[in-house]
T-cell receptor, first 112, second 116 residues
């Protein structure tokens, strides 16, 4: 069966520090991968998506970047965090046919 | 452009009341999919239902029911005899072919509070 792992679960980082959030999928190949962010009290905003290794598309210009070094690995990064980067980050995968989208358990990031 | 609107930001009900969460969507695609997710306080997204644009039959699952009307571009969600455990944020979402990467586009969510 397919599973998605996302870590860490919580993170407190100072302003200006780097960020690396990792997401891995098991039990499938060539998934579509997504990063979403949920700011406090707000909806889910699509940040990045990837349809293959090395293929990254950004939906919102921002302080963050994403990479897909392996087929089932999706990384969200920042060189210097801002206060506004605080939020709940969710990774998700789908098989591309829109039948289903599976979400990770999320990372709650607080930038102080 | 694709868009999902959940006009109700917060709803508060007392246990055993019925409650309907509204969802209105916009898309130029003729083939699209609509979803509802539940987000409890722990944060994870729990899948509730998926509906394709060619299936307008209403669906019932226990205390949950969904009313899909293409004529009004709505996909409303009703909880019958609400319970405290239903307290959560509920998201409606849309996926269509015009969205590159077939990503889900979410509404802003409706926070449901059920008191005993």
């Amino acid at each position: 069966s397919q599973t998605i792992h996302q870590w860490p679960a919580t993170l407190v980082q100072p302003v200006g520090s780097p960020l690396s959030l990792e997401c891995t999928v098991e039990g499938t190949s060539n998934p579509n991968l997504y990063w979403y962010r949920q700011a406090a009290g707000r909806g889910l905003q699509l940040l990045f998506y990837s349809v293959g290794i090395g293929q990254i598309s950004s939906e919102v210009p921002q302080n963050l970047s994403a990479s897909r070094p392996q087929d089932r690995q999706f990384i969200l990064s920042s060189k210097k965090l801002l206060l506004s980067d605080s939020g709940f980050y969710l990774c998700a995968w789908s098989d591309g046919n829109r039948y289903g989208y599976t979400f990770g358990s999320g990372t709650r990031l607080t930038v102080v | 452009a694709q868009k999902v609107t959940q006009a109700q930001t917060e709803i508060s009900v007392v246990e055993k009341e019925d409650v309907t969460l509204d969802c209105v969507y916009e898309t130029r695609d003729t083939t699209y999919y609509l979803f509802w997710y539940k987000q409890p306080p722990s944060g994870e997204l729990v899948f509730l239902i998926r509906r394709n644009s060619f299936d307008e039959q209403n669906e019932i699952s226990g205390r949950y029911s969904w009313n899909f009307q293409k004529s009004t571009s709505s996909f409303n969600f009703t909880i019958t005899a609400s319970q405290v455990v239903d307290s959560a944020v509920y998201f409606c979402a849309l996926s269509d072919l015009n969205q590159a990467g077939t990503a889900l586009i979410f509404g802003k969510g409706t926070t449901l509070s059920v008191s005993s």
